[in-house]
């Protein structure tokens, strides 16, 4: 009789050992940290029944989703209503002189940087002469709408003519400045190289 007893404690004790064991190897894969049910547990969802812990209004209430990969990021494109146009350099030189006058020719090398394909631009050249010196055409001149491909460079001139009264030497300075013209649907990111200048001495005898 004794020995039947502590037969079936025995068996008693290893049921119970095993329904411990069982109990613990679930909860892992039932629910993570907030009590949300796992990746594991919502595979098995679909078969769950009206008590289930997936139930709609459970899975609500916790403000549960099922857990889905993070897509990878989509790479962004160039954007094409960019275009960084540039003054590469400015040139200045006499081409003839007579008895105070000089025929000065300015030269600049402009540049579309991209990514816009093309971009239309307007160059502006302004001369600053001293006093006793002067320049035709006086003020600004605009070339307007010049096209300039990415990456290859543009070459524009114009001529002057500067006449010093006093003997001496003159120092002539010609400024450049391009900008993307209004008609254009770009936007320059970097408007600090749009500009550039060249100086030259003119040499007026006694």
């Known amino acids: 009789?004794?020995?039947?007893?502590?037969?079936?404690?025995?068996?008693?004790i290893m049921m119970a050992v095993?329904?411990?064991?069982?109990?613990a190897g679930a909860g892992?894969?039932?629910?993570?940290?907030?009590?949300?049910?796992?990746?594991?547990?919502?595979k098995g969802a679909a078969h769950a029944n009206a008590n289930s812990a997936h139930e709609t209004e459970r899975r609500a209430a916790r403000e549960c989703s099922p857990?889905?990969?993070?897509?990878?990021?989509t790479p962004t494109p160039a954007p094409a209503d960019l275009a960084d146009v540039q003054v590469v350099a400015v040139s200045t030189r006499v081409t003839a002189s007579s008895e105070g006058q000089f025929a000065i020719r300015v030269g600049v090398n402009l540049l579309n940087?991209?990514?816009?394909?093309?971009?239309?631009v307007d160059t502006t050249f302004t001369?600053?002469?001293?006093?006793?010196?002067?320049?035709?055409?006086?003020?600004?001149?605009?070339v307007e709408d010049s096209w300039?491909?990415?990456?290859?460079?543009?070459?524009?001139?114009?001529?002057?003519?500067?006449?010093?009264?006093?003997?001496?030497?003159?120092e002539v300075t010609s400024n450049v400045s391009v900008a993307i013209d209004a008609a254009q649907p770009l936007?320059?990111?970097?408007?600090?190289?749009?500009?550039?200048?060249?100086?030259?001495?003119?040499?007026?005898?006694?």
């Open 1 to 12: 009789m004794n020995k039947k007893i502590g037969v079936l404690l025995l068996i008693s």
């Open 18 to 23: 095993g329904l411990a064991l069982g109990l």
């Open 28 to 42: 892992p894969a039932a629910a993570d940290k907030g009590g949300c049910p796992n990746e594991a547990a919502w």
């Open 67 to 73: 857990q889905e990969p993070t897509p990878d990021p």
């Open 113 to 120: 940087a991209g990514p816009a394909d093309t971009a239309l």
């Open 127 to 142: 001369f600053a002469v001293p006093s006793v010196c002067s320049v035709s055409p006086a003020g600004a001149v605009t």
């Open 148 to 170: 300039l491909p990415e990456g290859v460079g543009v070459y524009i001139s114009r001529g002057w003519i500067v006449t010093c009264l006093e003997p001496g030497a003159h």
């Open 187 to 206: 936007t320059d990111p970097d408007t600090g190289n749009n500009v550039g200048s060249a100086t030259v001495t003119l040499h007026v005898g006694s």
